[in-house]
């Protein structure tokens, strides 16, 4: 079966100047499907933001420095290989395939955030604030994908590459309904408050998001469960980074990546396959050592 890799990737930020009536072009929210297939290792599942989780050197692209601050969030799915059903039609030959329990994580990555050096030291809270709504956002998009009904589509039955073809289209035009969704309300967020200028509706959002969040439930409750159950290649990988790190002595690079995988493949995160990701390049740091 395909193995659906994309993500949303939504970039947005508070502009350093005030008194804009509109909200203009640049710093409107950016939001593209990306391939999810490449490991955003820096990313943070949902908490308060502080100033040095923005680590960017520069604003990422579409944005400049007449922004305070840029912050990258990227919503993922995780697919459940075992409760994915597929059924043959027998009266139109198509193949009903049903994703149930597909999970979504929102991550705000780190590298891509970027914080205008240039920002006043009086404006920080609020910058902060301003960008925690954003983050919340995704994260309650995430959190209401998760909740939602199993997805369905109906694709040919043919060979495999057929098959899957079929099912990334059909998966590509559901995340492309979703991107509008998150940036539609992202854009309204801005325009509501002229983008962070208007205090009041500012603390309205934010006492908006914060009922959200209150009342919904984390996807990581169930999909990490899951991961966490299911982490046997995670712990196979890092037992065997271990064993390579002891038979060489000292490595601290491959010891940090075993640190960071132990990290990843437990609550909160579970994150086996990030788990795995992180031990096997350990593994291949001692044996190039080795070299």
Not at 60 to 70: I, N, S, T, W, Y
Not at 103 to 127: F, G, K
Request: proline share 4%; net charge negative.
């Amino acid at each position: 079966m395909s193995q659906i890799t994309w993500g949303i990737l939504i970039v947005v930020g508070v502009l350093a100047i005030s008194g804009c009536s509109t909200l203009p072009k640049h710093a409107e929210p950016k939001v593209r499907i990306i391939d999810g297939g490449a490991e955003i290792s820096d990313g943070i599942s949902y908490r308060k933001l502080k100033r040095t989780d923005f680590k960017g050197k520069q604003p990422p692209q579409g944005f400049d420095k007449r922004m305070a601050a840029v912050t990258c969030v990227y919503t993922k799915p995780t697919i459940d290989k075992q409760a994915i059903e597929v059924q043959l039609d027998q009266t139109t030959q198509l193949l009903n395939v049903t994703f149930n329990n597909v999970q979504y994580r929102a991550l705000m990555s780190r590298n891509c955030s970027w914080w205008n050096p240039d920002t006043i030291d009086s404006m920080e809270d609020y910058v902060l604030e301003h960008e925690q709504i954003h983050f919340a956002l995704s994260e309650i998009a995430a959190r209401r994908w998760s909740k939602a009904h199993p997805i369905q589509f109906q694709v040919k039955a043919g060979s495999q590459e057929i098959i899957a073809q079929n099912l990334k289209k059909q998966f590509q035009r559901q995340f492309e309904e979703k991107m509008g969704e998150l940036q539609a309300r992202n854009l309204k967020f801005d325009e509501d408050t002229s983008h962070g200028n208007i205090p009041e509706r500012h603390e309205e959002w934010l006492s908006l998001v914060r009922s959200e969040l209150a009342t919904s439930v984390e996807p990581q409750s169930t999909a990490s469960k899951l991961e966490c159950e299911m982490s046997e290649s995670a712990h196979s990988s890092i037992i065997a980074a271990t064993r390579a790190l002891k038979s060489i002595g000292n490595h601290p690079e491959a010891f940090e990546l075993i640190q960071q995988a132990k990290k990843a493949a437990v609550a909160p995160e579970c994150d086996s396959v990030r788990a795995k990701i992180l031990a096997d390049k350990a593994v291949w740091l001692v044996e190039d050592n080795d070299d």
